[in-house]
Every structure is written in structure tokens, then in C-alpha cells.
């Protein structure tokens, strides 16, 4: 049977059944097709990928805010295994067509550079392997997810643990450490047998796809028109040249603020990007519940912008946001989108600490992304390269920082937000070094595929990059946890190569901050209009629109380093 009309709702259909998509899929591939019908048949594809990437995120979004929840991880896995696989080939063969065909439409041509990409990496037996890699991926979130220690015979979760990790008392601090790291170790083992049976899959997806190996496909499937492994590597070497030793000035300087003659791995925690407070005060503690914390935010918003803080007041309206951390709760953050109705979810695991207010600003500059974009007319145009939607969300933290003191509508009084804003700073210098761990790590692996299926050679291997890019902490005693950190690290297991974006974003937002201190009506404005491109830039000119230059060479990021120490130098000033 044809069907008559597509579906505007995902309500009422169920999501998990290949035959709720299947027909209208059918249809599409057996329409006639011309250059004059094209553009119709384009928009009922679009309005099909919506229906379908929407229950899709629904279904995903259910299963990590509950992953103790088997009907809703059933549903999860019910789709990865028969539902995304036969949507992958349905959606080759339409790509086929389309390709075959001569578009005109300027507005079309990198979302069709884009899909020959895509088009051209496509194996069919590639479909039950990242179907594999999907199912080895859920797996490590349940294991992370479900890990919990005792903490004065109350069971925490890692996330409940955070704040414990930035107390002033370092014995607490300490305490919490070793109570988060000995709930790794003790699944290292398993963690290691995941990692291995990831790397296998990956490694013959590369072999299937005829790339030289999964480095390259990564590279290709990730869409990296603008930038190559060999640019990585240069960043890297840049980050070690200019931002080490700045990291490691800033260490120094906190060690003597602290009085302490060396420091330990619970005095800073790169991968959680936790560094010891040592100011004369208590942790920061800007709210106690959710509603606190997205009234707040609603304020700083409309100081920063009206229509970004209509957009946020939407999201809290129809109830797309879910920001407190509870039992079994997926780790991290995220914003998802919902593409059918044209809205993000912000996911995240707050506990009432600083860090909740970052990863809601950060969350937010991609819902404000998903919003910018709305006006789009194909659901490809609205999926910018991922380095892009970083700098949305990277930027945002840096925009909203003016309007954290409590005169200006936000969270702290004015010592306070001056603490916030610097410790923000701090943990900008201190992310690229470990960014580069993460980075430099996976380009080892994957260029190295028999050596990384041994779990030794890989802690190993990202021990030798932490001495390179992290070094002014004693870890005596605690290798073991040194060694393992790439466990900790979700992108390694479940978004392999999707780590680089952070660092390259990074550069962009800090030049869109330095925009902002000299006009920032003009940097919100210019930000805005960029996000509003989605993909109907390249990268280099997404990043010129926002006012900033796509570029990750030494002598930018001493630039932008000296603009953060001088920046944090001003702000310790107020602290006095």
C-alpha cells in the first residue's frame, strides 16, 4: 500500500518497527524523479528523516535518563537493531538517486558534497558492525552509568561524588578520588574486553569501506572537509609549545596558593575538568533545584539577548529540559535534537556545583543552535560541521560569564562570580593539554591497530602522552589509575575521534569573546547570524561569520592564552 501523507507527529507510532517507515522509504525510491520534481521530493525525504531521527532521539533520551529502566533499553536496542540498519540502506539508495541527478540549487551543494561523502564510505556490510559498536557502546554506558560507591553508608553515583572532588578539605577531596577511581578499576578488566571488541569492529569497517584504516574512515565519516590528520598533529604540537607551560605556570601558582609542596591527582582532575579552589571560601553553590537554576539562567539570557532568552524560556515551557543528577541516570551532558518539532533537550547531571552552570550554558548555546536554524527548509541544512556547533556552545559560556554576579541578574555576588569567571579560565587553559591526550591517544590507536588490542600497549601509550601534555602531579603510587584514565574518557569507547572538535571550538569562542569586550552587541549578533548558516557554509566561513579565523597554529593560541592570563590576572584583583 502507498501511503497518502506523511507523518507529522512521531505520536502514535511506534518508532521501533521498521514497517512504521518502511512504506514512505518505498515510495520515495519509486517516484518518478526529474530535475523539476526534485526539490518536492527532497522536502518529503527531509520530512521523513525528521519523523524518523526524532523517535529516534526520543527513545535515546528515555534510555539515559533511566538506565536501569529494561523496557526502555529494550525499545533502544530494538531500534539500533532493526530499525536504524534498514533506514541506513534505505537512505544509500535514495542518496543514490539523488546524486545521479544534476541539482542546481546553490543552497543544496555541501549538503550534497556531504551525502556523496556519505554515499561513497556506504557498505552494506558495515550496517550489522556499527549496529555491534552501538550495542558494545550501550554497554559501557549501562557499566558507567550503574557504578556507585558507599560514601558515609550512603550509595552515591560518580556524579553525586563531584562535589566532593572540589571540597577545600583535601583530605575529603582525596577520599572522594580514591572512592571514584577504585569504582573504575574494579571494572577494568571488562572495560579493556569493550575497548578490544570496538577496535576489531572499527578495524574492519575501515578494511570494508577500503580506507587504509579507521583513522581515515573516522576522518571521512566525521565529514573533515576542512582540516586533516597531519593538522591535528600540528595543533598538538602547537598546545605543548604555547599552552603547557602557561598550564604549568598556573599549576605552580596554585600549588603555592594551597601552601602545598607538590601536588597530588586530587588536586586536579583534568578529565572532569576539576581543578582544587584555593580561595579563603566555601565551594561555590549557586542554587539548590532546578527550577532555581533555570530561573536564574532565564535572567542571565535576557540580560545577554532577548530572543536567546525566548528561546530558553520555550524549552523550560514545554518541558525540554532534564538537569539534575538521580540514580541511574546516564552520565554527562547533552543536547539532543528533536527535529520534527524543531527543538533541542538539554540533558545533564547537576548536583548544585559551579560546573552544573558551565554545562547549562555550554548545553544551551547548542539549543540555541537547534532554534537558529529552525528556519532552514531541509533537515540537512540544519547539521553544521561539529567543530561549529562546539564553538555555539563554547562561545556561550564565555558571553554569558559578565552576567554571573547577582547585580546583574545572576547566581553570585560580585567576589563570587569573580572566583566563577576564573576558575572558567583556568579550566579553558588546562582543557587543551588534555584534549590533546585524548586526540593524540585515539590518532595512536587507530594508526596502530595491532599493538592497541593489547590494553597494556594502550596504557601505555596514553601514560607517555599525559608525562608530554600533563605533567607537575605526583601520581606515585596511583599508575594504575594514570594509565587507565583513557576508560574515563566516553568519547574514546563511544564517539571515537570526536574529541579534536572541543579544542578546535575553543579557539573559535575565544575569539568570539575577545569580539564581545571590545562590541558586544556586535559579537551577539554576529554569533547569531552564524549559527542561522548551519550547513550552508564550509567551516573556514562559519568561523568568519562569527567573526574569527579558523586557525590552531602556535601563534594563535599565544594570543589567546595571554588574553586568558591577563584576563584571570584582572579578575584576581577583585578578589582582594
Not at 540555541?368 to 563554547?394: G, I, Y
Request: charged content about 25%; glycine content about 6%; proline content about 5%.
Amino acid at each position: 500500500m502507498i501511503p497518502t501523507a506523511l507523518p507529522t507527529s512521531v505520536e502514535g507510532l511506534d518508532v521501533t518497527k521498521w514497517e512504521t517507515f518502511g512504506p514512505y522509504f518505498e515510495e520515495l525510491q519509486n517516484r518518478p524523479l526529474s530535475p523539476e520534481t526534485t526539490r518536492k521530493w527532497l522536502e518529503d525525504w527531509s520530512q521523513l528523516s525528521r519523523v524518523l531521527w526524532e523517535g529516534a532521539s526520543l527513545i535515546y533520551i528515555a534510555k539515559s535518563l533511566d538506565t536501569t529502566d529494561k523496557e526502555k533499553e529494550a525499545a533502544f536496542l530494538t531500534l539500533i537493531q532493526n530499525v536504524i540498519p534498514k533506514a541506513e540502506v534505505a537512505q544509500q539508495a535514495l542518496k543514490e538517486r539523488l546524486l545521479a541527478l544534476d541539482v542546481p540549487d546553490e543552497d543544496m551543494q555541501l549538503v550534497l558534497r556531504s551525502m556523496r561523502n556519505e554515499a561513497d564510505l556506504f557498505r552494506d556490510e558495515n550496517v550489522p558492525l556499527l549496529t555491534k559498536l552501538e550495542e558494545l557502546s550501550n554497554e559501557y554506558d549501562k557499566l558507567t552509568g550503574g557504578m556507585k560507591v558507599d560514601w558515609d553508608g550512603e550509595e552515591k553515583n560518580l556524579n553525586q561524588l563531584r562535589p566532593f572532588l572540589q571540597s577545600p578539605d583535601r583530605a575529603v577531596r582525596e577520599r572522594a578520588w580514591k572512592a571514584n577511581m577504585g569504582a573504575w578499576l574494579a571494572e577494568r578488566g571488562r572495560l579493556n574486553e569493550i575497548y578490544a571488541d570496538m577496535l576489531a569492529l572499527r578495524r574492519q569497517v575501515a578494511e570494508n569501506a577500503g580506507m587504509s584504516d579507521f583513522r581515515a574512515y573516522a576522518f571521512r565519516s566525521h565529514g573533515r572537509f576542512d582540516y586533516t590528520p597531519e593538522d591535528c598533529l600540528i595543533f598538538h604540537d602547537a598546545i605543548a609549545e604555547v599552552v603547557v607551560p602557561a598550564a604549568q605556570r598556573l599549576l605552580a601558582r596554585k600549588r603555592r596558593q594551597a601552601g602545598y609542596d607538590r601536588l597530588l591527582p586530587w588536586d586536579n582532575v583534568p578529565e572532569q575538568g576539576i581543578i582544587m579552589d584555593t580561595a579563603d571560601a566555601p565551594p561555590l553553590h549557586p542554587y539548590e533545584t532546578q527550577e532555581e537554576l533555570v530561573e536564574t539562567a532565564m535572567t542571565i539570557f535576557g540580560q545577554l539577548d532577548p530572543a536567546l532568552n525566548l528561546y530558553f524560556m520555550t524549552m523550560a515551557d514545554e518541558e525540554l529540559l532534564d538537569l539534575q543528577t538521580r540514580a541511574g541516570k546516564a552520565l554527562g551532558g547533552y543536547c539532543s535534537s528533536l527535529p520534527l518539532r524543531r527543538r533541542p533537550f538539554i540533558f545533564m547531571n547537576g548536583v548544585g556545583m559551579h560546573d552544573d552552570v558551565q554545562t547549562l550554558l555550554h548545553e544551551a548555546g547548542h539549543a540555541f543552535h537547534v532554534f537558529e536554524t529552525a528556519d532552514l527548509p531541509l533537515v540537512w541544512q540544519e547539521n553544521p560541521p561539529m567543530e561549529f556547533c562546539e564553538v555555539a556552545s563554547m562561545s556561550m559560556e564565555l558571553l554569558a560569564a559578565p552576567y554571573l554576579a547577582e547585580e546583574k541578574g545572576g547566581f553570585y555576588s560580585a567576589t563570587e562570580a569573580a572566583r566563577a569567571r576564573i576558575e572558567h579560565l583556568e579550566k579553558l587553559l588546562l582543557f587543551w593539554p588534555y584534549m590533546a591526550v585524548v586526540d593524540a591517544f585515539q590518532h595512536w590507536v587507530y594508526t596502530h591497530a595491532d599493538e592497541a588490542m593489547d590494553a597494556g600497549n594502550c596504557d601505555r601509550k596514553w601514560g607517555e602522552l599525559w608525562d608530554r601534555f600533563l605533567p607537575g602531579v605526583d601520581w606515585t603510587g596511583y599508575e594504575d589509575v594514570r594509565v587507565t584514565g583513557w576508560h574515563r574518557k566516553l568519547h574514546i569507547f563511544g564517539i571515537p575521534f570526536y574529541y579534536i572538535e572541543y579544542g578546535l571550538a575553543q579557539v573559535g569562542a575565544l575569539q568570539v569573546w575577545r569580539n564581545s569586550l571590545t562590541d558586544p552587541y556586535e559579537a551577539i549578533a554576529a554569533y547569531r547570524h552564524a549559527l542561522a548558516l548551519g550547513d550552508t557554509k564550509t567551516l573556514p566561513e562559519l568561523f568568519a561569520a562569527a567573526g574569527a579565523e579558523f586557525r590552531f597554529d602556535a601563534a594563535m593560541l599565544g594570543d589567546l592564552v595571554d588574553l586568558i592570563e591577563t584576563t584571570i590576572a584582572s579578575l584576581e584583583t577583585e578578589l582582594a
